[in-house]
């Protein structure tokens, strides 16, 4: 069962997510991140349903660190809390995306990020193995073609991103040799 405070941060996630939707399945994007932070709060991760809900805010939509902050204490949330998540939120978003290296491929960005991924605190880690078993789920479901490249992706990803919860760890690991699967399909 949710708190107000947590039932606030839905409510401005969605906000600023809106209208976004999950790629294969058209439902609203929220879907996932309350998928990912109900995982993390099953784990009883330090503030991980409001990491969950809000990792993607910093990536995908206008958010900044300081609205999210501003709105987090609004909500109840300590200062020390609030800076907690937005660290979080900070570790979690991609760096490397096309955007903002427009000449590096790809797979450059992605090891790029493996990198970095590998240096976040470990509670971070485990987030976001959450939100790898969850988008992993939907890319196997829907895109085989494309899961043969995510999966390898996360693999290496794994492979150096390893100091988190170790029961989502081998959860996230477990998803992986469903590559020879997709494979023979």
């Known amino acids: 069962m949710r708190t107000t405070r947590q039932n606030n941060l839905l409510a401005f996630v969605g906000l600023h997510h809106y209208p976004q939707k999950r790629k294969y399945t058209g439902e609203p994007y929220t879907v996932h991140l309350i998928a990912v932070a109900e995982m993390a709060d099953k784990y009883k991760l330090k503030l991980g349903y409001e990491i969950g809900l809000t990792h993607d805010l910093f990536e995908d939509t206008a958010c900044t660190n300081t609205e999210l902050r501003e709105a987090l204490i609004r909500f109840g949330y300590s200062l020390e809390e609030a800076n907690y998540i937005c660290l979080g939120v900070l570790c979690l978003t991609d760096n490397y995306t096309t955007l903002a290296y427009p000449n590096l491929n790809r ?79």
């Not at 976040?120 to 085989?144: A, G």
Request: proline letters at 1%; hydrophobic letters at 35%.
């Open 107 to 185: 797979k450059k960005r992605k090891q790029f990020e493996v990198e970095r991924m590998a240096t976040i605190f470990h509670y971070y880690q485990s987030i976001k193995y959450c939100d790898l078993i969850d988008n992993t789920k939907s890319i196997v479901e829907h895109d085989q073609a494309f899961a043969k490249v995510y999966l390898e992706e996360k693999r290496q990803l794994l492979e150096v991103m390893n100091k988190g919860n170790k029961i989502l760890y081998k959860k996230a690991l477990s998803q992986i040799p469903s590559i020879e699967g997709i494979n023979n399909k």
